[in-house]
């Protein structure tokens, strides 16, 4: 998650507290891009499709 280009710029620009923020939002962007595709694969998606975010697009391998 981290490169060498990252380092380089939290030694010249920011204060360690904002490094460390820039690494926690990176983290939750991939984390929520994970929890979206399990929803999107989850077994039930289309069973809960009524109750289901609307960004949610249920994967299936036969249409129904």
Do not use: G, W
Not at 21 to 36: F, G, L, N, P, S
Not at 45 to 60: G, Q
């Amino acid at each position: 998650i981290v490169s060498k280009e990252d380092s380089k710029a939290h030694d010249e620009e920011q204060t360690t507290d904002q490094y460390m923020y820039d690494i926690a939002q990176k983290k939750m962007r991939v984390t929520e891009e994970i929890k979206r595709i399990m929803k999107d694969i989850a077994v039930d998606c289309k069973l809960n499709a009524v109750d289901n975010e609307k960004e949610i697009k249920c994967f299936s391998l036969l249409p129904l």
